[in-house]
């Protein structure tokens, strides 16, 4: 296959809007969801996603709940609903006994969240934890991020974006990675401030179309200072557990009680009256509403559903999104809606890659794989466990809750699709398929977690089971001299020849299938 040359196109054909609806919305199909593509309504897939609540997740959560929370010293780990008290004497009970509360948590918090993606009807819905959680960056220093995982994130996802700002901008792991839980009125930290607006609303200059676009600054330094004062009080000092608090003693002189004000713009002037606590909702309220906010987000969707460049392939997707999130005061649903149902995001293909995260999950749903890697003790000795994928995740450059710069992950194919991706994606491609099928021919194999047999289901010819491996993870035609190099290494040159779960070249075509350039694009 021609590997190279599918750094920058994608090679074989366009998939059907099904297709693409399912690894732009998700992970990709799993097996039990190909017979239901044939007569794919976008618009009720994707309506049905964002009202994730009516959708049956019973048994995900069944399972995620099930898994073993036993940490290396024996301790059982809090479950990702865990309160901040809860947390804290897990702490404290872990490093008592010589352990490392704050790994052990983070290897929970990946196994669940590779778990929720793989197994998951909520796909959406994790689509955009996975969004927010490289919107609002912190990384895993504390049990904190642990905490706003399900609290901050995972509450807010498909909700009100005014609400989720809120709830980050009260996140004690937000707080400390941002430095504004040492912030002092009278010599504030402007780091959070900043980050606020350039970041996670605003964005450094105007989107709004019109001739200050990508011109004009959406804030000042002065307007970064006083954002950083009306928020010095906002805290987690003197709480217990590490919880938000309003600390107006860290103010002075009484800052918070003294009128301010903010261009936020073209000499648009916003006030803030006296007041406490309140100037900084009302800071939030500002930012939430603001046009640049709704032009900054919704090009960040575009980006994350439809393209790398929005700005030169769908502005008209960027201007629908926008103007729903106006409309509707900041609804994620609505904005999501009205970007996914653009007529651009059907005509797409060919703009977006997979991300190892994306890679990592889409292979094991392509594989019907029913069970996740626990990170935390089971497997960890494994030949194939815990640490090995682990370090296969960080040779890829995304190892979950660990990216240290407050931009979060990029979202563009330059970032992840490279030689040194190539190589690295068909290594745990094949390390996965030896994982999850094992070597059924060796005395006393572990039996599969994935059923080899459905894929060599009678009559399961050379032909027959590269095509249906063809179908399972990519779904498109692809060229016809890759398709007959892949039948005839797997019938050693005999189209015809008979496969069964137990012949030698079976494991190698499905990680070749599953590695190729053809499956990275999404």
């Given at each position: 296959?021609?590997?190279?040359?599918a750094?920058?196109?994608?090679?074989?054909?366009?998939?059907?809007?099904?297709?693409?609806?399912?690894?732009?919305?998700?992970?990709?199909?799993?097996?039990?969801?190909?017979?239901?593509?044939?007569?794919?309504?976008?618009?009720?897939?994707?309506?049905?996603?964002?009202?994730?609540?009516?959708?049956d997740?019973?048994?995900?959560?069944?399972?995620?709940?099930g898994?073993?929370?036993?940490?290396?010293?024996?301790?059982?780990?809090?479950?990702?609903?865990?309160?901040?008290?809860?947390?804290?004497?897990?702490?404290?009970?872990?490093?008592?006994?010589?352990?490392?509360?704050?790994?052990?948590?983070?290897?929970?918090?990946?196994?669940?969240?590779?778990?929720?993606?793989?197994?998951?009807?909520?796909?959406?819905?994790?689509?955009?934890v996975?969004?927010?959680?490289?919107?609002?960056?912190?990384?895993?220093?504390?049990?904190?991020?642990y905490?706003?995982?399900?609290?901050?994130?995972?509450?807010?996802?498909?909700?009100?974006?005014?609400?989720?700002?809120?709830?980050?901008?009260?996140?004690?792991?937000?707080?400390?990675f941002?430095?504004?839980?040492?912030?002092?009125?009278?010599?504030?930290?402007?780091?959070?401030?900043?980050?606020?607006?350039?970041?996670h609303?605003?964005?450094?200059?105007?989107?709004v179309?019109?001739?200050?676009?990508?011109?004009?600054?959406?804030?000042?330094e002065?307007?970064?200072?006083?954002?950083?004062q009306?928020?010095s009080?906002?805290?987690?000092?003197?709480?217990?557990?590490?919880?938000?608090?309003?600390?107006?003693?860290?103010?002075?002189?009484?800052?918070?009680?003294?009128?301010?004000?903010?261009?936020?713009?073209a000499?648009?002037?916003?006030h803030?009256?006296?007041?406490?606590?309140e100037?900084?909702?009302?800071?939030?309220?500002?930012?939430?509403?603001?046009?640049?906010?709704?032009?900054?987000?919704?090009?960040?969707?575009?980006?994350?559903?439809?393209?790398?460049?929005?700005?030169?392939?769908?502005?008209?997707?960027?201007?629908?999104?926008?103007?729903?999130?106006?409309?509707?005061?900041?609804?994620?649903?609505?904005?999501?809606?009205?970007?996914?149902?653009?007529?651009?995001?059907?005509?797409?293909?060919?703009?977006?890659?997979?991300?190892?995260?994306?890679?990592?999950?889409?292979?094991?749903?392509?594989?019907?794989?029913?069970?996740?890697?626990?990170?935390?003790?089971?497997?960890?000795?494994?030949?194939?466990?815990?640490?090995?994928?682990?370090?296969?995740?960080?040779?890829?450059?995304?190892?979950?809750?660990?990216?240290?710069?407050?931009?979060?992950?990029?979202d563009?194919?330059?970032?992840?699709?490279?030689?040194?991706?190539?190589?690295?994606?068909?290594?745990?491609?094949?390390?996965?398929?030896?994982r999850?099928?094992?070597?059924?021919?060796?005395?006393?194999?572990?039996?599969?977690?994935?059923?080899?047999?459905?894929?060599?289901?009678?009559?399961?010819?050379?032909?027959?089971?590269?095509?249906?491996?063809?179908d399972?993870?990519?779904?498109?035609?692809?060229?016809a001299?890759?398709?007959?190099?892949?039948?005839?290494?797997?019938?050693?040159?005999?189209?015809?020849?008979?496969?069964?779960?137990?012949?030698?070249?079976?494991?190698?075509?499905?990680?070749?299938?599953?590695?190729?350039?053809?499956?990275?694009?999404?």
């Amino acid at each position: 296959m021609q590997m190279i040359d599918a750094l920058n196109t994608p090679p074989g054909a366009a998939p059907s809007l099904a297709r693409l609806a399912y690894q732009r919305l998700g992970f990709g199909p799993r097996p039990e969801d190909l017979p239901g593509l044939s007569s794919f309504d976008l618009a009720a897939y994707v309506d049905a996603q964002l009202d994730a609540a009516t959708l049956d997740d019973t048994a995900c959560a069944t399972y995620v709940a099930g898994l073993d929370r036993t940490d290396p010293q024996g301790l059982s780990v809090p479950p990702p609903h865990a309160a901040l008290a809860e947390l804290e004497a897990y702490r404290a009970a872990s490093e008592a006994a010589g352990g490392w509360p704050n790994g052990n948590l983070q290897r929970h918090l990946w196994t669940v969240t590779y778990a929720r993606a793989l197994l998951s009807r909520r796909q959406l819905s994790e689509i955009m934890v996975d969004f927010w959680t490289n919107h609002f960056q912190t990384n895993f220093q504390s049990p904190l991020k642990y905490w706003e995982d399900h609290h901050v994130i995972r509450q807010h996802a498909l909700g009100n974006f005014r609400d989720l700002l809120g709830a980050s901008a009260k996140s004690p792991s937000m707080l400390y990675f941002l430095s504004n839980t040492y912030s002092d009125g009278a010599n504030p930290n402007e780091n959070y401030a900043r980050e606020l607006m350039e970041l996670h609303t605003l964005g450094s200059y105007s989107r709004v179309p019109g001739p200050g676009f990508l011109q004009q600054p959406n804030y000042t330094e002065a307007d970064v200072h006083t954002a950083a004062q009306i928020l010095s009080g906002w805290t987690t000092l003197g709480s217990p557990n590490d919880a938000y608090r309003f600390n107006a003693g860290r103010a002075w002189p009484a800052h918070h009680w003294q009128e301010k004000q903010m261009e936020l713009g073209a000499g648009v002037l916003f006030h803030f009256p006296y007041g406490g606590e309140e100037q900084g909702e009302q800071l939030l309220d500002i930012l939430a509403d603001h046009p640049s906010t709704a032009y900054f987000l919704s090009f960040k969707l575009c980006r994350r559903f439809i393209s790398d460049f929005p700005d030169a392939f769908c502005p008209d997707a960027v201007e629908a999104g926008a103007q729903a999130f106006l409309n509707s005061h900041g609804d994620i649903r609505a904005t999501v809606r009205a970007i996914l149902l653009h007529p651009k995001f059907a005509t797409s293909w060919g703009q977006k890659i997979k991300r190892p995260f994306e890679f990592f999950v889409a292979t094991l749903r392509a594989l019907g794989v029913t069970a996740m890697i626990n990170f935390l003790p089971d497997d960890w000795n494994d030949a194939l466990g815990a640490r090995f994928f682990e370090s296969q995740i960080e040779m890829l450059g995304q190892k979950l809750f660990e990216f240290s710069a407050p931009t979060g992950l990029p979202d563009v194919r330059n970032a992840w699709w490279n030689t040194n991706q190539v190589f690295g994606r068909w290594s745990m491609a094949n390390a996965l398929i030896s994982r999850y099928f094992g070597d059924q021919t060796a005395t006393g194999a572990a039996p599969a977690n994935a059923d080899l047999d459905a894929w060599v289901a009678a009559p399961a010819s050379a032909q027959q089971v590269v095509d249906r491996l063809l179908d399972a993870f990519i779904g498109r035609a692809i060229d016809a001299a890759d398709r007959s190099a892949l039948i005839d290494y797997l019938g050693a040159g005999n189209p015809q020849a008979s496969i069964t779960s137990l012949s030698p070249r079976l494991r190698a075509i499905i990680g070749a299938v599953a590695a190729s350039p053809y499956a990275q694009w999404r």
